[in-house]
């Protein structure tokens, strides 16, 4: 975009998108401050971080002000704080840039002798399978920075859904992976880790700026940049893996209502997902995997986890929603979300849009959650709907192992699976409620420590049956042993205990070994 200077060379502050061709220099400096998480965490200490969380950036900028670590609080103040910094501050803490560099590659903008950013630029820090990793993430200036609601344009950075939806990635190696909608580029990073070639698609011009900017940031090579809506770029192609934060929130299309790129597709209701959906035979390679995060509407009696799980025709899917909210809730989270308060001026009126929208079309909740697909080799062998609200950080391995187990148990009868001899999983423990005076609990729940941290009910048969599986017997004669121990028919037993069994197996409550040990 078109950029004003003043005739001492100032620059006046239309919007802008950054300059790859600064990104080595820029990513030196960062180095060398170095602007990294846990130095922010050190300038400014824990509470001036939660202060951050809830909208307040006073006494992280009190702490900056403070901080004798002058290069790396001048970067934190200016690119994430977005406040001004004195001139030479920020020339002294930019030193291969410097901040005429600055300026000319879009970053800065500077009025006399103060300087203030044009964009949003902080350290991110994750781990994987792969190892630990920290990057620097460009995107537009935020609420506080910006001192209002949000641009349509506006180009979202690293969020919950963000983070989420990188922790859900598969960690195996893969040929080829098509980021879809990659707004600021951070999946497309992280689909290279695992990825020999990444394709990063987006509507938004604006948007792919980001994402080339930082991909030359932070070194990221082998990722082809193409402009278009939904598959239209890559018309023809096959992936092996598909991720995608789509355009996924339910917006009204009211006047008034304003459209973000970064979370509106523009379609009514939850058809843009569906259209996602639905796509992906056509674009996944036999065997690909497509990972992706969405809102599904409860409308007209309608279940809206099996309503999304219908528009994965010809796929294996397994579905989690991991919240459902009503739909007040739900406008609210999203007025706020573009800057607007709920209760404030024009607000309200927002919400009521939202409402409206709802009630014409009878929606009475909302759900989210991540879609796990896949196109099928042969025949579709994984229906799978859930509806599980806990998780604790990466769930990466966990989707893995599960896909695992649910293919291998797509295998197994229940003859078969009576020969097994799986394990108790290490997270997992029993916890027994009993009624005052009462010799016979009166609940029984099996909790996963990691994961979903899943908390599945039991009686005692099963509570028996998990806690005798540790390899050495088989399903089939554990079942036996304790049908003669409750005295019941071991095939009214067996019938029971084997579909729940095949249950506990899927989600990782129970292991199955590896290779022969596995047969008993």
């Not at 278009?228 to 018309?235: F, I, N, Q, R």
């Not at 995060?293 to 579905?319: F, M, V």
């Not at 579709?380 to 769930?395: D, Q, S, Y």
Request: aromatic fraction near 6%; include cysteine.
């Amino acid at each position: 975009m078109d950029r004003g200077r003043t005739e001492d060379g100032d620059v006046t502050g239309a919007r802008s998108t950054p300059d790859p061709a600064a990104a080595v220099a820029l990513h030196r400096d960062l180095a060398r401050a170095p602007l990294t998480v846990d130095r922010l965490e050190g300038i400014w200490g824990a509470d001036a971080a939660a202060a951050l969380h809830r909208g307040s950036r006073a006494p992280a900028l009190r702490a900056a002000s403070a901080s004798g670590d002058r290069a790396a609080a001048a970067l934190a103040t200016l690119f994430v704080l977005g406040a001004e910094v004195d001139a030479d501050a920020v020339d002294a803490a930019l030193p291969e840039l410097g901040l005429a560099g600055a300026l000319a590659a879009r970053l800065v903008q500077r009025t006399g002798g103060r300087v203030s950013a044009l964009v949003d630029l902080r350290p991110y820090a994750f781990s994987d399978a792969w190892g630990a990793a920290e990057w620097w993430i460009a995107s537009d200036p935020g609420e506080l920075a910006l001192g209002g609601a949000l641009p349509e344009d506006h180009v979202l950075g690293i969020g919950g859904a963000s983070t989420t939806l990188s922790g859900l990635l598969l960690p195996d190696r893969v040929g080829t992976a098509l980021d879809l909608g990659t707004g600021c580029g951070i999946q497309a990073l992280h689909a290279k880790r695992t990825a020999g070639a990444v394709v990063a698609t987006d509507v938004s011009e604006r948007a792919l700026a980001y994402a080339r900017f930082n991909a030359a940031l932070n070194g990221a090579r082998g990722i082809d940049f193409r402009l278009g809506s939904l598959y239209e770029p890559v018309a023809g192609e096959r992936f092996d893996r598909v991720v995608s934060n789509p355009p996924f929130v339910v917006t009204p299309r009211s006047a008034g209502v304003p459209e973000y790129e970064y979370r509106d597709a523009g379609e009514e209701g939850d058809a843009f997902l569906e259209r996602v959906v639905r796509g992906l035979h056509d674009v996944l390679a036999p065997g690909g995997v497509a990972q992706l995060l969405g809102n599904w509407e409860y409308r007209g009696g309608a279940d809206g986890l099996e309503r999304a799980a219908g528009w994965a025709e010809g796929l294996d899917a397994w579905i989690v929603e991991r919240e459902r909210v009503d739909t007040a809730r739900y406008a609210e989270t999203w007025v706020r979300d573009g800057g607007a308060r709920p209760a404030g001026a024009g607000g309200e009126e927002l919400v009521e849009a939202w409402l409206d929208d709802f009630d014409a079309r009878g929606v009475t909740a909302l759900g989210f959650g991540y879609l796990t697909l896949r196109r099928p080799r042969e025949a579709v062998a994984i229906r799978r709907t859930e509806r599980v609200p806990g998780g604790r950080g990466a769930l990466s391995s966990t989707i893995g192992r599960t896909l695992d187990a649910l293919d291998r148990l797509a295998d197994l009868d229940d003859p078969a699976l009576a020969r097994i001899a799986p394990v108790v999983a290490s997270d997992v423990t029993e916890e027994r409620s009993h009624l005052p005076g009462s010799e016979h609990p009166s609940a029984i729940v099996l909790r996963q420590g990691g994961g979903f941290e899943r908390a599945v009910p039991a009686d005692a048969a099963l509570a028996g049956l998990v806690g005798a599986c540790d390899g050495t017997l088989s399903l089939g004669a554990i079942v036996a042993a304790l049908a003669d121990l409750l005295e019941v028919d071991p095939a009214a037993l067996a019938a029971a205990l084997l579909p729940a069994a095949r249950e506990l197996l899927a989600i990782g409550v129970l292991l199955l070994p590896d290779g022969d040990a596995r047969v008993r």
